[in-house]
């Protein structure tokens, strides 16, 4: 098994390409140890000093260093663990993976905003996001407002609110006139 790495915007971050699918579809980000219970192998790369975040793609994991952790030590541990856990046919995920569409804040009467909205995040935002290691997830539409929640590599980026603002928020002020603005929100 050959995992590749690639750096991400986010200096703390690197991003791991096993070569095969590791969510499918669906994210999973895990910002602390005790949030990963459900999935073994981000409760495995937490094991390891110096690991604090593990965001899991569709095809990628991402994981974020505390500090005062150097990427010269950390990146074969993180690498061992990962071939590990695949080579051993260990489950990513136990039990139902779920969507948190309920946790959406949106007035019923503005169900062909949010449409649009995430029409343009998935096809336009998502995939660039993706592709630094991160994923957004929408979080609400309310009075012009739209309410995006960063994840793995993207948490916590230093360019992740100038992403939001001169990227997201002016193409769907562009392409959805009834927004206004964008903010970022932590779960």
Known sequence: MFIETEGTPNPASLKFLPGRDVMGSGTADFAAPDAASRS???????????????????DFITVT?????????????????????????????????????EDEDVQPEDAEIVAQIKELLDTRVRPAVAGD????????????IVRLHMQGACGGCPSSSATLKHGIENMLRHYVPEVQRVEQVEL
């Open 133 to 144: 290691g991160g994923d957004i997830v929408f979080r609400g539409y309310r009075d012009g």
């Open 40 to 58: 073994p192998l981000a409760a495995a790369i937490f094991a390891l000093p110096g690991v604090a975040r593990v965001f899991l793609g569709g």
């Open 65 to 101: 260093k505390t500090g005062d952790t150097e990427w010269q030590s950390l990146k074969p541990q993180v690498l061992g663990t990962i071939m590990e856990h695949f080579v051993a046919g260990r489950p990513v995920i136990e039990g139902q993976h779920d969507d948190d569409d």
